[in-house]
């Protein structure tokens, strides 16, 4: 389980642009997730390319701040507990964005893992 950014948490909910969130509360997944997911809705092929930069970073500041907390590399991750969401999140936008550029073992890897890490999680 991932510890609580409830300040970022609370200044997305806010309103405040993910960039300026994830400036501020750079360990914290959910801006980077953010990030990603709005990148990706842009289209382009230059903004597939942001969304898995920035799901990319998500990813492996939620994968660094999981394995201070225990994990070993498996196991659930449950998206019930909030604080695992941005994390999880994340994963589900590299998964796509990786898919989107050709990065076919990446995108497997990654459902992989989110599917492994609980069934309720987002597939985006």
């Known amino acids: 389980m991932l ?6 948490r609370e200044a997305l909910a806010a309103g405040t642009d993910p960039v300026e969130v994830a400036a501020r509360f750079p360990a914290d997944s959910t801006a980077w997730a953010a ?8 289209g382009t092929r230059p903004a597939v390319i942001e969304s898995y ?15 201070r907390n225990g994990w070993r590399g498996q196991g659930p991750i449950p998206w019930a507990h909030e604080p695992n969401r941005g994390f999880l999140r994340c994963l589900a936008a590299l998964a796509r964005a990786a898919a989107a550029i050709g990065e076919d073992e990446e995108a497997q890897r990654c459902r992989a ?11 985006l």
Do not use: Q
């Open 3 to 8: 510890p609580d950014h409830a300040e970022s």
């Open 35 to 42: 990030l990603a997911e709005r990148a990706f809705t842009v």
């Open 53 to 67: 930069a920035y799901a990319r970073v998500g990813y492996h500041r939620g994968l660094d701040a999981l394995r």
């Open 113 to 123: 893992l989110l599917a492994d890490s609980d069934l309720d999680a987002p597939t």
